[in-house]
């Protein structure tokens, strides 16, 4: 069983940066790729970045694309979602997800992922 924790939302400005952590219990975290999803108010849980177990490869969403990163640490079991040039439609509660290593399905569905955290909110204003 792995447990996910996040931390680091707030409230920020348009054009403004915040950094979000996952840390996760247990000692495979290694061995677990991770994502990080987003829900607005009435919208549905949409994918926002994902890395694989090594950090070998990365995935985004076409919305984020060059103004966030998913870097991780396993020597921390951690993994962070480092949001630069947001914007108010960046506004939404993160979610934390990890899958184990070989699972084969998409990154981009949150189906194929077993573990979620309680998620953080993230407020831009305008």
């Known amino acids: 069983q792995v447990q996910l924790v996040e931390s680091g939302g707030g409230l920020v400005q348009a054009g403004g940066s915040l950094r979000l952590s996952c840390a996760a219990s247990?000692?495979?975290?290694?061995?677990?790729?991770m994502g990080w999803f987003r829900q607005a108010p009435g919208k549905e849980r949409e994918f926002v970045a994902a890395i694989t177990w090594s950090g070998g490869s990365t995935y985004y969403a076409d919305s984020v694309k060059g103004r966030f990163t998913i870097p991780r640490d396993n020597a921390k079991n951690t993994v962070y979602l480092q949001m630069n040039s947001l914007k108010p439609e960046d506004t939404a509660v993160y979610y934390c997800a990890g899958r184990r290593a070989f699972n084969s399905g998409s990154y981009y569905s949150p189906y194929e992922y077993d573990y979620w955290g309680q998620g953080a909110q993230v407020t831009v204003s305008s």
């Open positions: 247990g000692r495979t975290f290694s061995s677990y790729a």
